[in-house]
């Protein structure tokens, strides 16, 4: 590891809003707020610092595996005192054995590896075994929320939808959508700057059934 990234890693694991595998915590504060969010591969945290400043009676949790990225986000939620916000570095396979205590409002994928080859399908975040975790993550009434560049992203997204029969809604091409869509991650801003169109999906679990 590069020392930048191990001197972050290290740093990281000293702030009081991340937590890790290796310094865990039940999360039974969350309760205390109104409405529970998380985020998906949070990366530098940008989104969920954002959306828990914007949204100050918002619990916000970003999930990422990459403690030096988590850094970020984290060290602006220190400076800016958000009691609202915080990270856990991860695995999302295991994320239930430490979650299971809130139910989710909201679960925010955003700008996931699309994993483009045929032997990377299992390996996207909306494959089969990942929604069955969101949907035991959700409360009854929450939904997942998908920010992504990438058309075959877009387009395997809408095809499990359609293979599960669930409820969406597609804000891509509609000019008003909801108002977390409007934080952005530092991959976001970047595409924008290349003209990329930004995809957004919304759907929700309560006909997911795995067989």
């Known amino acids: 590891m590069a020392r930048k990234k191990l001197i972050r890693f290290k740093k990281a694991l000293e702030f009081n809003n991340v937590f890790a595998l290796e310094k865990l915590t ?4 969350a309760n205390q707020f109104s409405k529970k969010v998380l985020e998906i591969g949070c990366g530098h945290g940008l989104f969920s610092y954002e959306y828990a400043k914007e949204n100050p009676d918002t619990f916000v949790l970003g999930v990422d595996v990459k403690l030096d990225r988590i850094f970020k986000g984290a060290n602006l939620a220190q400076n800016d005192g958000l009691t609202n916000l915080y990270f856990f570095r991860c695995p ?5 054995d430490h979650l299971k205590n809130i ?8 700008f996931p590896d699309p994993h483009s080859k045929l032997s990377g399908i ?3 975040l909306i494959f089969d075994f990942y929604l ?3 949907k035991d993550l959700l409360n009854d ?20 939808i359609q293979k599960f029969n669930l409820e969406f809604v597609d804000f891509t091409f509609l000019n ?5 869509f409007d934080y952005k991650t530092i991959f976001e801003m970047k595409y924008l700057k290349l003209g990329k169109r930004i995809k957004r999906l919304k759907f929700n679990l309560k006909g997911f059934i795995l067989k």
């Open 122 to 124: 299992k390996k996207r």
């Open 141 to 160: 009434d929450g939904s997942v929320y998908l920010k992504t560049d990438s058309v075959l992203m877009y387009n395997y997204a809408l095809f499990q």
């Open 103 to 110: 139910d989710f409002d909201e679960i925010w994928i955003t």
């Open 132 to 134: 069955k975790i969101y």
């Open 176 to 180: 008003e959508y909801p108002k977390p």
């Open 26 to 29: 039940d999360f039974k504060f």
């Open 92 to 96: 999302v396979a295991f994320l239930i």
